[in-house]
T-cell receptor, first 112, second 112 residues
Framework: GNSVTQMEGPVTLSEEAFLTINCTYT??????LFWYVQYPGEGLQLLLK?????DKGSNKGFEATYRKETTSFHLEKGSVQVSDSAVYFC???????????FGTGTRLTVIP | AAGVIQSPRHLIKEKRETATLKCYPI?????VYWYQQGPGQDPQFLIS???????DKGSIPDRFSAQQFSDYHSELNMSSLELGDSALYFC???????????FGPGTRLLVL
């Protein structure tokens, strides 16, 4: 079956620290992979995506590379800001699928 | 850019009552998805529609039903509400054949 496993939070970092949130997946096919972010009291926003192996998704300083050999899609940012404080969800979808499978989410808090 | 619109944003109901949630997709998007996010949980897929036909079904209770109308908006009808139905309900939309789902702000349902 399909599943996504994220590193457990919460994660607390100082401003300008380096961020890594680990995400690994299990899928029957060759899925597309996503990172969504949920700010307090808001909906889910697409942060970045990758649709095939070795693709790198990037947006707002965040990056993630689709690693088929390790079935991973780790989220990284070189220098976090207080405004990055949010819950981050890793997700996958099978080709031609409709169901996004989400990880459990990782809460990030960035302190000044 | 226009986003997914959901109404109402907040809803309070009592047990055994009914509720109707509405979703207006991004213009020219023909596929709509519904997700349920319990407190502190990851979003769970309920159901999806493509071109007004049900395209996939997830963990949607039999007490719930949904449909997509000719203008592509969708409604989620929830009957015999239970305390456990209290959650954030997201609608997402996409354009046929595209895997990226764009989420609305959600409807927060509280069942007392």
């Amino acid at each position: 079956g399909n599943s996504v496993t994220q590193m457990e939070g919460p994660v607390t970092l100082s401003e300008e620290a380096f961020l890594t949130i680990n995400c690994t997946y299990t899928a029957t096919g060759y899925p597309s992979l996503f990172w969504y972010v949920q700010y307090p009291g808001e909906g889910l926003q697409l942060l970045l995506k990758a649709t095939k192996a070795d693709d790198k998704g990037s947006n707002k300083g965040f990056e993630a590379t689709y690693r088929k050999e390790t079935t991973s899609f780790h989220l990284e940012k070189g220098s976090v800001q207080v405004s990055d404080s949010a819950v981050y969800f890793c997700a996958l979808i099978e080709p031609l699928g409709y169901n996004l499978f989400f990880g459990t989410g990782t809460r990030l808090t960035v302190i000044p | 850019a226009a986003g997914v619109i959901q109404s109402p944003r907040h809803l309070i109901k009592e047990k055994r009552e009914t509720a109707t949630l509405k979703c207006y997709p991004i213009p020219r998007h023909d596929t709509v998805y519904w997700y349920q996010q319990g407190p502190g949980q990851d979003p769970q897929f309920l159901i999806s529609f493509y071109e007004k036909m049900q395209s996939d079904k997830g963990s949607i209770p039999d007490r719930f039903s949904a449909q997509q109308f000719s203008d592509y908006h969708s409604e989620l009808n929830m009957s015999s509400l239970e305390l456990g139905d209290s959650a954030l309900y997201f609608c997402a939309s996409s354009s046929g054949g595209q895997e990226t789902q764009y989420f609305g702000p959600g409807t927060r349902l509280l069942v007392l």
